[in-house]
């Protein structure tokens, strides 16, 4: 089963890792930060050697985004950030496990300081048979 | 040499792929570098062979390429090592070439060792699909990489890192001992069952990348099934596999949607495929210990030989999930059998069967549960509970035909009097 780490934050000013740059992970000490950063390590490549993890990618600035919305006249284009959302996608991994519990125990590893992570299913087209 | 189609080709080299890596190994050691060096055989063959015609031995011709590969690796590598240099210096270089052909007569025991080495089990479980779907079952990384719906250079990397790990584990090629070879080959049925049930198999196109993994994983069943013709688990994974397969074309609609076993053609089922593997499972089961891929195929033959659903022996189907219960107990397995209970006993039995499920924190994420629910409650007179239970089934469900499917049947349970769906309020 696939399934997306998404990660939630509002870093500021934007930067990775997110955890560097929002309040809750600036009042974090020095020492516990390299810990942090020393766990995530290990646990990237603990699931690059499994062949868990597929991709990752650390998103931009929601400042420099573009919003395209659909109206039966046409599409518009805005300029970000996507004004429904408090907080924003900040990067997101897409991994591959065995099962949901795997996936759980990965994504609980994401959660840092300021930001929130969600563990969300991919679809797919296929289904199983009964 | 003769002209041959792309199929064929593909076809040939696919089956000279486990012969040929398994006498390179056995030659020259190095699983790792063997592999590669193969893949290039295999890459100058898709190359040449069109053109030229194929080769009057392939085997023998991908054996020689290989073999060139290798050790021009050997010479060119800065990082050689002294053994190596020595084996190069001291062999010439003909003899190290040369393919005594004689040696590639189908040996069983390599063929096997190959397969359970792909299945090692210090390798995790998606590395050994992949590990065998490209040393085994000779696809290239590209095909692997489409039937799971990864990128290519995360497959790629998946691979070499698994035989990266090989190497660090001390892997050997030879067969295990007898005593470590049941569990080492119950580890290969596993891969092989993951290997069918989750390759994505595009319908449409005849492209290079379209190849059916879940034929592939018959294909390399049906083989170490010869190897090991008294294995009755291999055997029941063989039937189940083409038991369900036979079912293929009933499965899906002409608009793509789901149709469920109840409804399905049974004219499109594939008849010489069904009658295959009635025979194996009734040939396995008598015959030694019952595990539960012959249960499952048991069931599966149950329902092949029912001219329609009405005809079907749920008694008979009920018996058999009582005994896979015993042998291999799970939310599954109880699950499947509350709905055969259902259609023996009646629908308030089967959800009887159900009620300690749904504590389950195994099925917590699983839509399963709640579509066999909705089913019976469907079946039981209870309308409105069993809408709602499709409805939380849908919302559960990753599969998107699966989805469809499901909120299809919630919406053709909405009566006008009934109130408005929840999920559609905002």
Not at chain 2, 149 to 166: D, F, G, H, N, Y
Not at chain 2, 295 to 310: G, M, N, R, S
């Amino acid at each position: 089963m696939k399934y997306v780490i998404l990660i939630h934050s509002n870093p500021d000013p934007w930067g990775h890792p997110t955890s560097q740059f929002t309040a809750e992970g600036r009042d974090v000490p020095a020492e516990q930060h390299e810990q942090m950063d020393r766990d995530f390590d290990a646990l990237l490549a603990e699931i690059s050697a499994s062949g868990e993890f597929i991709i990752a990618e650390a998103l931009a600035d929601p400042a420099s985004s573009t919003i395209h919305s659909w109206s039966p006249q046409g599409s518009t284009a805005t300029d970000g950030p996507y004004a429904e959302a408090k907080e924003q996608l900040a990067g997101f991994f897409l991994i591959e496990t065995a099962t949901r519990e795997r996936a759980e125990q990965i994504a609980a590893q994401f959660a840092g300081p300021g930001s929130t992570v969600e563990l969300r299913p991919a679809m797919w087209s296929g289904a199983e048979d009964q | 040499m003769t002209p041959a189609g792309t199929r064929e080709l593909e076809q040939l080299w696919r089956e000279s792929t486990p012969r040929v890596l398994a006498a390179l190994v056995r030659r020259y050691g190095d699983f790792d570098s063997a592999e590669d060096a193969l893949q290039e055989a295999l890459l100058a063959a898709s190359r040449q062979w069109p053109a030229a015609g194929v080769p009057d031995n392939p085997a023998g011709w991908l054996l020689t390429v290989a073999s060139r590969r290798l050790i021009d690796q050997w010479r060119t590598d800065s990082a050689r090592t002294e053994r190596e240099r020595l084996l190069a210096h001291q062999t010439p270089a003909d003899e190290l070439v040369s393919s005594p052909v004689e040696n590639l007569a189908v040996d069983t025991d390599d063929s096997l060792s190959l397969l359970l080495l792909c299945c090692h089990p210090a390798l995790p479980r998606p590395a050994q699909v992949a590990l065998t779907l490209r040393a085994v079952g000779g696809l290239s990384t590209r095909q692997i990489a489409h039937a799971f719906l990864v990128p290519e250079p995360t497959m790629a990397q998946r691979i070499s890192r698994a035989k990266a790990r090989l190497r660090q584990a001390g892997a050997r090629f030879p067969l295990p001992p007898a005593h470590e070879l049941p569990g080492r080959v119950a580890a290969v049925t596993q891969v092989l069952y993951l290997i069918f049930t989750e390759g994505h198999t595009s319908t449409a196109g005849t492209g290079l990348l379209d190849v059916s993994v879940s034929s592939e994983a018959i294909r390399l069943t049906r083989r170490l099934h010869r190897q090991l013709p008294g294995d009755c688990e291999i055997t029941g994974l063989l039937a189940l596999m083409l038991l369900t397969d036979a079912r293929r074309a009933a499965r899906i609609d002409a608009g793509g949607a789901l149709v469920p076993l109840a409804e399905q053609d049974r004219g499109r089922w594939d008849q010489a495929q069904l009658a295959e593997g009635i025979a194996l499972v009734e040939a396995a089961l008598p015959s030694g210990p019952v595990g539960p891929y012959q249960l499952q195929a048991a069931i599966a033959a149950v329902h092949a030989e029912a001219a329609d659903a009405e005809q079907t022996d749920w008694a008979q189907i009920e018996a058999l999930y009582r005994m896979l219960a015993r042998l291999d107990p799970g939310p599954m397995v109880t699950l499947n059998h509350a709905v055969a209970l259902a259609m023996v006993a009646g629908p308030a039995a089967g959800l009887a069967m159900l009620e300690p499920l749904l504590a389950d924190p195994r099925l917590r994420h699983n839509h399963r549960l709640a579509a066999v629910r909705a089913h019976l409650l469907e079946t039981d007179g209870a309308p409105e509970e069993a809408r709602r239970a499709y409805t939380a089934a849908a919302r559960l469900a990753t599969s998107i035909p699966e989805q469809h499917y499901l909120h299809a049947r919630a919406l053709a349970l909405r009566t006008p009097a009934a109130e408005p769906d929840p999920a559609r309020r905002t």
